[in-house]
């Protein structure tokens, strides 16, 4: 257990345990929230049980915080409090969640000119020195820049991929650290397997029995703060600063490029559909549809391949599910 020092820290050992047997546990967004919120009560209400006021005052929104991001940081406080009325163990009311803010983000749209260069510089970065933080950055780079384009996982799920959850025999990736709270597979294209097989053999040498996939110097997962800038950084030598594009990007452009290339059969659509939404981690086919929403022209490709409900299925989209 991480270091809880609120005056309740047995309700919320005993609530981890709970989530992690029921398999909805997710340390990198439940774990950090609710890590907040504990040390948050304990310094403002040392000793202290549960109260409302407490709960209140941490799940106000604050200062330029939007909704979304409120909600999100909240959520393992409604999900704690209400482990906790189940039981009979508070009286404190759950607090309700906001309404999201229309979503006007725009991925970019990729071009294979544009990936062509960035993957040509993530196969040629130069270091001025050969200590083994640069000696894994680029073997680093240029496979996990791949996976990320080539099967839509996200940066979360590739940055805490430990190495027992990637079989290499069989091509399969078994994602247990995730935004969501539902493990998942997801199956490789054969040159994504070998690419990774080559990797993992000359990794091993430089860290013998490594708990991380993509194990930073410290032995420990990368951090997003380095998988992002190191993508900036490439991105930027490959195509310049008038064009703008993050590394979870890859993730949208995974969706838009498996959708477009779908025939125009309205049965196959639905069945690749689900079969895409659970390879990458959706709950709800509902979750993936979010990529038509925010890619006019691929909203277009399913209307006209299925004219009948289009607008039941597209009209409202839960951007929280995703």
Same mark, same amino acid.
């Given at each position: ?13 005993? !609530? ?6 029921? /398999? &909805?546990?997710?340390? =990198? ?16 209400? +040392?000793?202290?049980?549960? @109260? ?19 909600? *999100? ?21 759950? +607090? ?7 979503? @006007?983000?725009?991925?970019? &749209?990729?071009?294979?000119?544009? $990936? #062509?260069?960035? !993957? ?14 640069? #000696? ?11 996976? $990320? ?8 799920? &590739? ?30 294209? +054969?040159?994504? @397997? ?7 053999? @000359? ?25 992002? #800038? ?7 030598? &490959?195509? /310049? ?14 969706? *838009? *490029? ?8 309205? !049965? ?10 659970? =390879? ?6 509902? =979750? *993936? ?16 391949? =299925? ?16």
């Amino acid at each position: 257990m991480k270091n809880y020092r609120s005056g309740f820290v047995d309700f919320i050992e005993q !609530f981890i345990i709970y989530r992690k047997a029921s /398999g &909805a546990w997710n340390e =990198s967004n439940y774990g950090y929230c609710l890590l907040k919120f504990d040390n948050y009560c304990a310094d403002k209400y +040392p000793n202290s049980p549960l @109260t409302q006021e407490m709960v209140d005052q941490w799940c106000e929104k604050k200062g330029r915080e939007i909704n979304r991001s409120r909600n *999100t940081r909240i959520r393992v406080v409604r999900a704690f409090i209400s482990y906790l009325r189940k039981r009979g163990l508070t009286n404190v009311e759950e +607090p309700p969640l906001l309404t999201n803010e229309p979503h @006007t983000y725009i991925p970019h &749209a990729f071009t294979l000119e544009e $990936l #062509q260069r960035f !993957f040509y510089e993530c196969d040629h970065i130069k270091t001025a020195h050969q200590d083994l933080r640069a #000696q894994l950055s680029k073997l680093v780079c240029p496979v996990m820049f791949r996976l $990320l384009y080539s099967s839509g996982i996200r940066t979360t799920e &590739a940055r805490l991929l430990r190495r027992k959850d990637v079989d290499l025999n069989h091509g399969i990736l078994d994602i247990q650290e995730s935004k969501g709270y539902d493990q998942h597979y997801v199956a490789l294209h +054969p040159s994504m @397997t070998d690419l990774l097989k080559r990797y993992d053999k @000359t990794v091993e040498r430089l860290q013998p029995n490594r708990d991380y996939f993509f194990q930073s110097p410290n032995g420990k997962n990368y951090e997003h703060g380095w998988l992002e #800038q190191m993508f900036r950084k490439l991105w930027k030598k &490959a195509n /310049g600063d008038n064009t703008a594009a993050t590394a979870y990007e890859l993730r949208h452009n995974y969706a *838009t *490029t498996n959708i477009n290339s779908w025939d125009n059969d309205s !049965f196959e659509i639905s069945d690749k559909l689900n079969y895409l939404a659970k =390879s990458m981690g959706h709950r709800w086919t509902s =979750s *993936t549809l979010h990529y038509y929403s925010i890619v006019p022209r691929l909203a277009e490709t399913i209307k006209n391949a =299925s004219e009948i409900g289009f607008n039941d299925i597209i009209s409202e989209v839960n951007y929280e599910k995703e």
